[in-house]
């Protein structure tokens, strides 16, 4: 894990600014000097986060491209299977071209029945990862995923699962949001603490009385939190900024990026 500093600004406007152990100060006297050196900083630590986000764009891109050609030839097939119902005068070779497109949407439906396991399963091992909050929300989604992981469940109920998950995430994703919840500490002690969201990549905490406060990122399995009160201070000061409390700022904060995501 490597530790930077991220700064932040409301109005869902933010930066993170990555300082490392022995880096010189811009002399404060030199504003343009100060700005500079703000700015590169700044274009640093969002080539981090690029990297760091990487494989949920790639992930979520390719998983779309597949339930949107999917989507476009059951329509098609089922459109061909209606049309074949509704004109039992067709000639013979009408009849025989329409059966041969429903024995087409079989063999299509028989091989997306195979690879639906496999997208439920990256789906669901993705969402082991997410934030409490995240889950809560996407719990009735991912209980119907569950429940129609049987092979003989139609292909539509499965996909409407897949999809509604991977919506939610998605915005969750591109926002930054304030929850209260209950958190455990270093896998240990649990606190009910305020959490500030910068998507899926970082988090930051604190409780009521600004006594205990850190930081948290995704973690194997679930999310993992870490104490460090002398952030309390700042990370309340984010949060009323993001609440609308007080004006927007510059607010440093440590940015922990995992170098093996």
Same mark, same amino acid.
């Given at each position: ?42 274009? !640093?630590?969002?080539?981090? $986060?690029?990297?760091? @986000?990487?494989?949920? &764009?790639? *992930?979520?891109?390719? =998983? +779309? ?28 070779? !009408?009849?025989?071209?329409? $059966?041969?497109?429903? @024995?087409?949407?079989? &063999?299509? *439906?028989?091989?997306? =029945? +195979? ?147």
């Amino acid at each position: 894990m490597r530790i930077k500093y991220l700064t932040f600004l409301a109005a869902c406007v933010w930066a993170f600014i990555p300082l490392t152990q022995g880096q010189a100060l811009v002399d404060e006297s030199s504003p343009g000097a100060e700005l500079k050196s703000v700015i590169s900083e700044w274009v !640093e630590t969002q080539r981090q $986060l690029a990297r760091a @986000q990487s494989r949920w &764009r790639t *992930e979520k891109a390719t =998983l +779309e491209f597949d339930l949107s050609r999917m989507r476009e030839e059951l329509k098609y097939f089922k459109d061909s299977i209606e049309s074949m119902k509704s004109n039992e005068s067709a000639s013979l070779n !009408e009849r025989d071209t329409l $059966l041969e497109q429903k @024995q087409g949407l079989e &063999r299509f *439906e028989r091989i997306w =029945l +195979e690879r639906l396991p496999i997208l439920e399963k990256r789906v669901l091992e993705l969402s082991q990862r997410l934030p409490d909050p995240l889950k809560r929300k996407i719990s009735p989604a991912l209980k119907r995923l569950q429940g129609v992981r049987d092979p003989n469940s139609g292909i539509n109920s499965r996909l409407q699962a897949i999809v509604a998950i991977l919506g939610e995430t998605d915005q969750f994703h591109h926002s930054v949001q304030i929850h209260d919840q209950i958190i455990s500490i270093n896998g240990a002690e649990e606190i009910q603490v305020k959490v500030i969201y910068i998507g899926l990549t970082q988090a930051y905490f604190v409780n009521e009385k600004g006594e205990q406060a850190g930081t948290g990122q995704p973690g194997a399995t679930e999310w993992e939190w870490s104490s460090q009160p002398k952030l309390a201070d700042r990370v309340q000061k984010m949060i009323r900024i993001q609440s609308g409390e007080s004006a927007p700022a510059w607010v440093s904060m440590p940015l922990e990026l995992n170098q093996n995501e």
